[in-house]
């Protein structure tokens, strides 16, 4: 079965940067798009970035362009989110996602909290 594991978040003072990974199995991982997506209490929640099948393709939240940075390594089956130059408001469960024979796949997150 399909399995998305998110890792990699904590607490950042604003600034800071993490590296958020997602490791995914049961789907062939390099024949799919990855997504990210985060989630604060009481808003819906928001796409954050896109990768393509082989990384050539990517495309960012306009709150997040040039900040964020998300890559895959097909041989690990790993997407990843480098998340630089935080701020209060990118606080949030960050989300893994893949679409998968005509289903939408997440993980359980990983808390990125952002506060000094």
């Known amino acids: 079965q399909v399995q998305l594991v998110e890792s990699g978040g904590g607490l950042v003072q604003p600034g800071g940067s993490l590296r958020l990974s997602c490791a995914a199995s049961?789907?062939?991982?390099?024949?799919?798009?990855m997504r990210w997506y985060r989630q604060t209490p009481g808003k819906e929640r928001e796409f954050v970035a896109y990768?393509?099948?082989?990384?050539?393709?990517?495309n960012y939240a306009d709150s997040v362009r040039g900040r964020f940075t998300i890559s895959r390594d097909n041989a690990k089956n790993t997407v990843y989110l480098q998340v630089n130059d935080l701020k209060p408001e990118d606080t949030a469960v960050y989300y893994c996602n893949v679409y998968y024979n005509g289903v939408n796949y997440w993980g359980k997150g990983t808390l990125v909290t952002v506060s000094s």
């Open positions: 990768i393509s099948m082989a990384g050539s393709n990517k």
């Open positions: 049961g789907f062939t991982f390099n024949t799919n798009f």
